[in-house]
């Protein structure tokens, strides 16, 4: 067990540096999959519209000029 | 870079690009237009289907939970949704709306660029792009011990 108020001190601000870190690591994984991520069951739905406008006609690939 | 036996010979399209761009975040917007020849030619064996702006603010309106975070490029995964349709992994996204300045939202085109490029004869996609997340995870986690550790040497 620690004798001095300075080890209780330094062991707080150890676990608060500790924590912040994986804060920090978790808050930047979360952006990371926000930008970029794989598309699996939950975007099922885009997807099958996006292929539906394919299949309908209404998208046709890009040829040489955007859209808008 | 996939390992050598992890690839498979090229036969047709392996992707369906969409692109969805309703205009609302000006700054990335202007940089995938500014760009956005670049893609092309970089992706020439996979057709690229860009929704028209009407198209776009339609499709959003439809899946609310994009607002702010387009434009948005879909990249759909014709060998997995062959295999397993979309119940499963079945390609991946960019949701360039989320870059706030120029500079960032250029280095995201420009590394999907390249990652689309690189992955195109994958025989494994999702394996390799939960790879290249982890490492992107694991150079995060440097880059914040690195700055903690140079805060306290900057005193």
Known sequence: ?68 | MPSPGSEKSSNGPRFRIFIIDSGGNSVAHKVLEENFELVRDLQKDDPIYVLSREQSIEFIRQHQDRIGREPLIAVHDLAAMSESGTTDFHGFRLHLGLMHTPQQALLALQNFARFLNTHRQSVDLEAEIRADLRREGLAGAIEVVLHHEAREIGG
């Open chain 1, 1 to 68: 067990m620690p004798e001095r108020w300075s080890d209780y001190l330094t062991i707080l601000m150890s676990a608060l540096a500790l924590g912040y870190l994986v804060y920090e690591i978790d808050r930047r994984r979360r952006k990371l999959h926000d930008v970029f991520d794989v598309l699996d069951a939950d975007d099922a739905r885009i997807t099958a519209r996006l292929e539906d406008m394919v299949a309908s006609g209404a998208l046709q690939p890009y040829a040489g000029a955007r859209a808008n």
